[in-house]
Structure formats: C-alpha cells, structure tokens
C-alpha cells in the first residue's frame, strides 16, 4: 500500500482524479488531497506568508525528511493543468489572474523537484486528461515501483 499526495493549483482536477482514483482502486491506498508540507511551500510564496528568523528552506527539509523516513511509500501526483485551464475552470471562485496562476504553478514546478532532490518519487499527470486514463497511468506506475522493490528485495 502507498500513501498518494495528489497536489497542483487550484482548478487543475486533482479533486476529480483522486475521487476517481479512490473509486477505482476501492480505497486500498491512503490517499490525500493536498498535503501541507507540498502546499505551504507554494502558498506562502504566493501569499508572502513567511516566518521571519526562520529558515524557510530548512523546514521544508525536515518535514521531506519526515515524509520519507517514516513511510518509505510515500508518492505525490502532481497534477499540471494549465494556468488558463485553471482559470476558466475556477473562475467564479477565485480572485486568482492568469498570472497568479503561473506564478502558482512556478512554485509548484520548484517543489516538485525538492521533492525529487529527497528522492520522494513524483509523477506529473495532465490535469487536462480524462481522470480514468490519469488513473490507469497512476496505478501503471505504483505497480512498476512495487515490482521493483520486490525484486529489489526493499
């Protein structure tokens, strides 16, 4: 069993995707719509929401450390969805622009690759994709992993 973080803007279907993914895998894999960790990184950039005297950077590395050392199965999906995309799907709900947005999604592009610097396995799915083909890719992947660290012996 995987813990699964399904994380990206706001608008980009990642609500969609993990009620889908749930559905189709009979809720066998603990899974999270947002994760803190993931998303004050991006929000608190955004909204300039930082501890001042307090390095941003080394908080983030203790929670990652967390995150992969007390579960090692620990997965994010990242659900990249167009800026534009977003927006018009969110439009009656956010005050957000097309560059909030962007700017948004650069801030997720950089934890992401945090994430991979920790070596958290990320995969990125087009939130723009029919959420049954996402779920099919998801689960295609979970199961390479696991038949790697089967014959791996991890």
Not at 94 to 122: A, F, H, S
Request: aromatic share 16%.
């Amino acid at each position: 069993m995987k813990s699964i973080i399904f994380e990206g803007l706001d608008g980009s279907g990642k609500t969609t995707l993990f009620k889908e993914f749930e559905k189709r895998n009979s809720h066998y894999h603990a899974c999270f719509d947002r994760f803190p960790t993931i998303s004050s990184y991006v929000y608190d950039r955004f909204f300039h929401r930082f501890q001042y005297g307090f390095e941003r950077m080394w908080w983030l590395d203790s929670l990652l450390l967390g995150m992969r050392g007390t579960n090692s199965n620990v997965v994010v999906v990242h659900v990249d969805t167009a800026p534009l995309t977003c927006l018009e799907r969110r439009d009656d709900e956010e005050d957000y622009t097309l560059d909030d947005y962007e700017e948004q999604r650069g801030y997720y592009v950089d934890v992401m690759n945090i994430l991979r610097k920790w070596k958290i396995p990320v995969l990125v799915v087009n939130g723009e994709r029919d959420p049954i083909w996402n779920t099919t890719i998801i689960n295609q992947w979970i199961f390479q992993m696991s038949a790697e660290e089967f014959t791996n012996g991890v």
